[in-house]
């Protein structure tokens, strides 16, 4: 990913947006900006969007009310509880996965 094209940055030296050229990336995942103004050389560390670790899937078991040997899978992402019991996939919710909620 080259990007040799001066890019508008704030140079430390200077007190001001200026652009600003790109010398080489390190090894630490910053890359290296010159100001075209003063020559100020300034790492930065870029920010990738997909290096960012997503978040923990959190899991938990539950026991089918009617059926103790049933158990179900609720598991957490981003949005909240899912259960993998019937009334979970039917209404979209249910009491496993709001009782996890009320117990967040
Ligand atoms: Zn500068
Ligand atoms: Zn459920």
Sequence with gaps: MENSSPMEMHCD???K???HEYLSSLASGSEVWQCTVC???????TKRRNSVAPEPIITKEVQSNSNPDITYLL????SGWRCDCPGYRYRGKC???KEATDND
């Design 13 to 15: 030296a200077c007190r």
């Design 95 to 97: 009491t496993h996965s």
């Design 75 to 78: 598991t957490k992402d981003t």
């Design 17 to 19: 947006i200026l652009p």
């Design 39 to 45: 020559g100020l050389r300034e790492p930065r560390s």
